[in-house]
């Protein structure tokens, strides 16, 4: 297996659904059906069970998704191990969120002009680390969303974001203007693994002990809502499929996009990109 078939695969699991997965990975949708079934193929099994409205893991994927994050995981310390070796120009982000979101495009742009020689890594992360790699040495500096435990970080404040509840469109709370976190104490929310950061869970569960179905990354949060009806905290005004929407809530604290870095790193790369995170997402 290569590691390109098993970033391929690892999105397609994440996003469950071919189109979106292609979107994130800047291809079109047929080599990356093509390279799913030539895994499959190898494997001698299917990974996806397809619908009309998506895919979900068999048995099968369930068990190499979690092979392939390690495996992806090692490949790149070694490729950041190999490049501190030979001493090439390289940061790695680290992106937690919505890869659409105009601040991001913003940054992109605005880094690659200020920096047209440097090598720029991006690892987008699952929800289960908010810092994106940084504790284990797989990120310079992350793209995420607080709050979190910030011991031995450096978190500088990019913006603030208001926050409502996802519901199925046909939920009778989905016709409200606005809620308020008791009014959802009755529902089953989505949680995050056991080890993940508990001051990052206990805020996306609106301060309160809550139970559910685990999730690992944004599209197994919708998911889990449009087939089983729970409800989960999302930032306003990211794009949501039609049946799915989000009401705002009037007692939850904003949440904010921040950049963070390992406190004492004094890699000039780091300074300038948080330099020019700052200036675009003030946009």
Request: hydrophobic fraction near 45%; glycine fraction near 8%; charge should be neutral.
């Amino acid at each position: 297996m290569e590691l390109r078939t098993l970033r391929y695969f690892v999105a397609v699991a994440e996003e469950l659904h071919f189109g979106r997965a292609a979107t994130r990975l800047h291809m079109s949708q047929p080599p990356l059906s093509r390279a799913i079934k030539q895994l499959e193929a190898e494997v001698g099994a299917l990974l996806f069970a397809r619908s009309p409205v998506g895919v979900t893991l068999t048995p099968v994927g369930s068990v190499l998704l979690e092979e392939a994050r390690a495996l992806l995981d090692h490949a790149d310390r070694v490729r950041i191990r190999m490049n501190a070796a030979v001493g090439v120009a390289t940061i790695t982000v680290g992106i937690l969120g919505d890869g659409t979101d105009p601040g991001m495009s913003r940054l992109a742009a605005a880094y690659r002009r200020h920096h047209p020689g440097i090598d720029i890594r991006i690892r987008d992360t699952d929800l289960a680390d908010p810092t994106c790699g940084l504790r284990t040495g797989l990120v310079d500096v992350a793209l995420t969303r607080a709050p979190f435990d910030e011991k031995a970080l450096t978190v500088c404040a990019l913006r603030a974001d208001p926050v409502g509840v996802v519901l199925r469109a046909d939920d009778p709370l989905a016709r409200r203007d606005r809620l308020r976190l008791a009014e959802l104490s009755d529902r089953r929310w989505f949680q995050f693994q056991q080890d993940t950061d508990p001051i990052w869970q206990s805020y996306w569960n609106g301060g309160t002990r809550r139970e559910g179905p685990v999730v690992r990354a944004v599209q197994e949060c919708l998911q889990a809502v449009l087939w089983n009806g729970t409800v989960g905290l999302a930032p306003l005004g990211h794009d949501l499929p039609a049946e799915l929407t989000v009401v705002p809530l009037t007692d939850m604290a904003p949440s904010r996009v921040v950049a963070v870095w390992n406190e004492g790193d004094t890699n000039p790369l780091i300074r300038s990109f948080v330099e020019i995170a700052t200036a675009a997402y003030r946009h």
